[in-house]
Nanobody
Framework: VQLVESGGGSVQAGGSLRLSCTVT????????MSWFRQRPGLEREGLGI???????SYADSVKGRFTMSQDNDKNTLYLQMNNLKPEDTAMYYC??????????????????WGQGTQVTVS
């Protein structure tokens, strides 16, 4: 299983970015995907979950600003980030697991991870 994130970069406060996470080699039709971020000195923080049926849930810290969606081929998960703030500066990761999620879960709940993409907001 391989996950590859892309789309990070530098943006001014109030701006937007869209991150992508492309999954290959995943063998199960059931899954839960999640976006995380890790700010310097802090634990990896769950931002939202996306189940294979399209149900989602978001952390309070990003609710109303960040939105997840999936490509038609269901191989790519997006994270649309609007109204970015300097405190959103972090390395962003996507992850996947076989069991569905009922809420945003901690990083220990996920088996497979991407390498991350850096987002810097100034």
């Amino acid at each position: 299983v391989q996950l590859v994130e892309s789309g990070g970069g530098s943006v001014q406060a109030g701006g937007s970015l869209r991150l992508s996470c492309t999954v290959t080699g995943y063998p199960d039709s059931r899954y839960c995907m999640s976006w995380f971020r890790q700010r310097p000195g802090l634990e990896r923080e769950g931002l939202g979950i996306f189940n294979e049926g399209g149900t989602t849930s978001y952390a309070d810290s990003v609710k109303g600003r960040f939105t997840m969606s999936q490509d038609n081929d269901k191989n790519t998960l997006y994270l649309q980030m609007n109204n970015l703030k300097p405190e959103d500066t972090a390395m962003y990761y996507c992850a996947i697991r076989t069991a569905r999620c009922w809420k945003v879960l901690p990083f220990s709940s996920f088996s497979y991870w991407g390498q991350g993409t850096q987002v810097t907001v100034s």
